[in-house]
């Protein structure tokens, strides 16, 4: 066949490919209905992982497994946002890493909400102007959060998902700027400390100033002739800025977790974790009589975090997360157990485990 026959094959693909998407979308608006005569969520982080799943299994190529899941997320997006148009705020400003976790969750169909501070955005869910919220809770170079970890202690919000973000931060400033000619550096305080020893080696002599974001650093170093951002390529186009530098983090492997904060407990998937909120007696060996229950019944304890309880001096609250649903007999059992040895706990959620970089995110359709 010639060039002319083969494009006329591919037009005709996607013709029928966009019959089927809309017959989807059509679908779709059943499930709509049929949720909202039922009272049913209709964001369950089980579907889509389901689905992308099943399809990476029967992919037989060329077609690239990896962009299969790319592909999908945009029609899941799509096709949710005809059942509810999604709010989602997150931390930061566009062009942010939490925007960009944003997105990669939710699609392009979602409306992204920004919100400067962290006890923002936990704000906005609760009080019904977003649908979700997404923060940032550790990173694989400077650990925990704290500002998430602490806001939990007050709040009634349920984690219905995480999300798992490869970081590569970029040195910004505007347009012909040199590196010899950068005398300020701004952006938020981890992504700093995850470029301290680069900055110290090739801008030892620039004043380092923390922002309220990465992307709100862009904004200011757009500003700033002698200014300069760590900040994501996102931002750069966003805020018309030069990449000075690509990959100035001190480890290659710069990986960051978010938490998708929502008001309704996640389905079990049968890959979970669960996370749990405690403050202990003040008694000999409380650690060990509460940690027992899960060693006893073979349970992976993947994380434990202490935080100041800010309620009285010492007391400190404890953050553990379990692999497992607290639907789960072991777990369910494990959990009542803890609550007998505790001051008091709090299931903060049981939501699908990250497996991958490039998870996609997840709605029941």
Not at 326 to 332: E, H, L, S, T, Y
Request: net charge negative; hydrophobic share 40%; with cysteine.
């Amino acid at each position: 066949m010639d060039l002319a026959a083969v494009r006329k094959l591919i037009d005709a693909i996607d013709d029928e490919m966009l019959r089927l998407l809309n017959e989807r979308a059509r679908l779709v608006g059943q499930v709509a209905e049929l949720k909202e005569r039922t009272d049913s969520p209709f964001y369950v982080p089980s579907r889509e992982r389901a689905i992308v799943e099943r399809l990476a299994a029967s992919n037989s190529g060329p077609f690239p497994t990896e962009a299969i899941r790319s592909v999908f997320q945009e029609i899941f997006s799509a096709c949710l946002s005809l059942e509810k148009k999604v709010r989602v705020a997150f931390f930061g400003a566009e062009g942010s890493y939490t925007h960009q976790a944003a997105k990669r969750q939710f699609g392009l169909s979602a409306r992204a909400i920004p919100v400067s501070t962290i006890a923002g955005v936990f704000e906005e869910v609760e009080r019904g102007a977003a649908d979700y919220g997404v923060v940032p809770v550790e990173n694989s170079t400077e650990g925990v959060v704290n500002h998430t970890l602490d806001t939990f202690v007050e709040s009634d919000l349920k984690i219905c998902a995480e999300i798992v973000l490869e970081v590569s931060h970029c040195l910004l400033a505007r347009p012909g700027a040199e590196l010899g000619d950068i005398q300020r550096v701004y952006s938020h305080p981890q992504a700093l400390a995850q470029c301290r020893r680069w900055v110290s080696t090739h801008l030892s002599r620039a004043t380092v100033v923390e922002a309220l974001s990465t992307s709100e650093a862009a904004r200011t170093a757009a500003g700033d002739p002698q200014g300069a951002a760590i900040a994501s390529e996102m931002a750069a186009r966003l805020y018309e800025l030069e990449i000075i530098r690509r990959k100035i983090e001190d480890l290659t492997q710069n990986v960051t977790r978010f938490l998708v904060l929502g008001r309704m407990q996640a389905e079990p998937t049968g890959h979970d974790k669960t996370s749990v909120l405690m403050v202990l007696k003040d008694e000999p060996g409380i650690l060990y009589r509460v940690l027992e229950p899960l060693s006893k019944r073979q349970l992976n304890l993947t994380k434990i975090e202490s935080r100041p309880s800010r309620r009285r001096p010492w007391e400190y609250v404890f953050f553990v997360d379990i692999d497992g649903h607290a639907r789960d007999g072991k777990v369910a059992d494990a959990l009542a157990e803890l609550a007998g040895a505790a001051e008091t706990m709090k299931v903060l959620g049981s939501y699908p485990r990250a497996k991958s970089l490039d998870e996609p995110r997840s709605s029941d359709e």
